[in-house]
């Protein structure tokens, strides 16, 4: 990848997060009822067992709550949530630990709130059936951007070119989408991307 492409990404990183951080509390909470919708009807659709495990994550620097899909996915399927955190060995990698509301939470060294290690509660990546994973900026072919640290993409790489993996949906504020994105060899590519006006991507 060229220095003007990772200049070209910088710099649309930085522009995207601004226009997210502006919406307003009020359309932050429409934003997180109308996601839960459009999960639940994803959800319903793309799985058949009864049991699900899916990785959510904690809304930071304006992305979007998935708390209330949280809170009301009982409604429609049974899911067991985990959310990531920091690997404290493998530097630069995410583990996913069982979360519930009871759940105890510490602050990482970005200032994001994640469950308190305990081996006991990992849910190995290879087990999830899906993830909901945040991002700066998409685009119509499925591509994320996400914050830079390359956490994700990283956790995920073992995904690239399976046909057995957990889903990959992203999530994001219509705002969130350009016409196209500058693509890194590194980047794992979504599954689908669901903004509060629908599912917007699928693949095949």
């Known amino acids: 990848m060229t220095q003007a492409t990772l200049t070209s990404r910088a710099a649309l990183r930085k522009s995207l997060r601004q226009a997210r951080k502006r919406l307003s509390p009020a359309c932050q909470t429409t934003a997180s009822k109308a996601i839960t919708h459009h999960l639940s009807t994803y959800f319903s659709n793309a799985f058949n067992t009864p049991t699900l495990n899916v990785a959510a994550y904690l809304a930071n620097d304006g992305e979007v709550d998935v708390l209330h899909f949280i809170q009301h996915s009982h409604k429609f399927c049974d899911i ?10 493998c530097k630069g990698h995410l583990l996913f630990l069982h979360f519930t509301k009871s759940t105890p939470l510490v602050t990482n060294q970005y200032g994001i709130k994640e469950p308190e290690l305990a081996c006991h509660n990992v849910i190995p990546v290879r087990q999830l059936d899906a993830l909901l994973m945040p991002l700066v900026g998409f685009d119509k072919s499925g591509n994320r951007l996400g914050m830079g640290g390359g956490y994700y993409d990283r956790t995920l790489a073992f995904t690239k070119g399976q046909t057995v993996k957990p889903k990959l949906i992203g999530i994001a504020h219509d705002i969130q989408q350009v016409s196209s994105l500058p693509i890194a060899p590194w980047d794992v590519p979504l599954d689908a991307i669901v903004t509060p006006t629908g599912i917007l991507y699928q693949s095949a």
């Open 80 to 89: 067991e949530f985990a959310l990531p955190v920091l690997h404290p060995i």
